[in-house]
């Protein structure tokens, strides 16, 4: 089993900057590949950056070049730095876990879930 703690959310005002962390315990492994997603009110589930622990990247449409994904696999922790903010980000983020190598954009092809953390961005 793997928990996932997250971390770091927050209000910020558009065009502004906030990094979320996420730490993994428990059973993890190092070929366990790591996602954060995001729901915001009426809408599904949607994906927004993974990162393989090899250091595989994926983003978004909507976030590219403006959030990065790292991780640091010693520690287990993945981080998405978001940058200029903008109100449509904002929604409750999660962290996501699954235990394979390969990055994917389906929250169903994901195996554990930390409990998510509020992003709001002001106008």
């Known amino acids: 089993q793997v928990q996932l703690v997250e971390s770091g959310g927050g209000l910020v005002q558009a065009g502004g900057s906030l990094t979320l962390s996420c730490v993994a315990s428990g059973r993890t492994f190092s070929s366990y590949a790591m996602g954060w997603f995001r729901q915001a009110p009426g809408k599904e589930r949607e994906f927004v950056a993974a990162?393989?622990?090899?250091?595989?990247?994926a983003y978004a449409d909507s976030v590219k070049g403006r959030f990065t994904i790292s991780r640091d696999n010693a520690k287990k922790t993945v981080y998405l730095q978001m940058n200029s903010l903008k109100p449509e980000d904002t929604a409750v983020y999660y962290c996501?876990?699954?235990?394979?190598?390969?990055?994917?954009?389906?929250?169903?092809?994901?195996?554990?879930w930390g409990q998510g953390t509020q992003v709001t961005v002001s106008s």
């Open positions: 990162k393989s622990w090899g250091g595989n990247t």
């Open positions: 996501a876990a699954r235990s394979y190598t390969a990055v994917t954009n389906n929250p169903s092809d994901y195996d554990y």
